[in-house]
């Protein structure tokens, strides 16, 4: 059985310098105890889900699936290959992350197995400097942790915008705040986003230091 750790793994960009396209080595994460984690963006090459089936006299509650994503970027950790192939456990079905083209993956090695970080993910899109942000708050999937980081105005390599033509107009300015997006017609365009670094610093600080990952 895996440990219930393991399962539960399962200033404007455009003016601001940032660090671009990998040059060396990326750094260790700096997780406790020991160097396993890696944080990467990645675009999905595949997901399907596979058989998890209980040992006997235990129950599984959670859904299996077996990920194979491109690494477009390494922020942290340290990998051989561009393509990785890692275990997810979900127990709500498939993952919320498999939703976008490309995100921001927390995942850990285990006995010589890759395996996500469960729930854990942000949706981010490349920037025209070349780097990676997310989109609007900074804390949308992290409400538990809230802090200091801020969003700042952002510049999209391709628009990230959204429909809200079927939405009410308070469903409108509840999911898409004026803080963060402009209405044009019947979408909303996001205009302010968070670096991956911070992204990852929210995580680190939240659900992955509760998770006995750092201390």
């Known amino acids: ?29 700096g997780e406790e105890p020991g160097e396993t984690l890696l944080v990467f ?22 859904s299996k699936y077996l990920a194979r994503y491109h690494i ?9 290959s561009d393509t990785i192939e890692f275990e997810v456990y979900d127990h709500y079905g498939k993952p919320a992350f498999a939703q976008f083209e ?12 890759m395996i996500h970080q469960k729930y854990m993910y942000n949706p981010v899109y490349e920037t025209i400097n070349g780097d990676w942000a997310g989109c609007g708050d900074p804390y949308e999937l992290d409400a538990a942790h809230r802090g200091e980081v801020r969003a700042a105005p952002v510049r999209f390599k391709t628009e990230v915008s959204f429909p809200i033509e079927n939405l009410t107009e308070a469903q ?3 999911r898409y705040p004026s803080e963060y997006f ?4 019947n979408r909303v365009v996001c205009t302010a986003g ?3 670094q911070d ?4 995580k680190r600080e939240g659900f992955l230091r509760a998770r006995g990952l750092f201390k």
Do not use: W
């Not at 490309?102 to 197995?113: F, K």
């Open 172 to 174: 409108i300015q509840h």
């Open 199 to 202: 992204l990852f610093a929210i």
């Open 102 to 113: 490309t995100v921001l993956l927390y995942v850990s090695r285990y006995n010589g197995r």
């Open 1 to 29: 059985m895996i440990p219930k750790t393991t399962l539960l793994l399962a200033s404007a960009f455009v003016c601001s310098p940032l660090a671009h396209a990998q040059s060396a080595a990326p750094p260790r994460c």
């Open 41 to 62: 963006v990645g675009r999905q090459l595949n997901l399907k889900p596979v058989s998890n089936e209980a040992p006997p006299g235990y129950v599984i509650l959670d």
């Open 194 to 196: 968070t670096r991956i």
């Open 182 to 185: 402009v209405r044009h017609g």
């Open 72 to 80: 477009l970027h390494i922020l942290c950790g340290l990998f051989p």
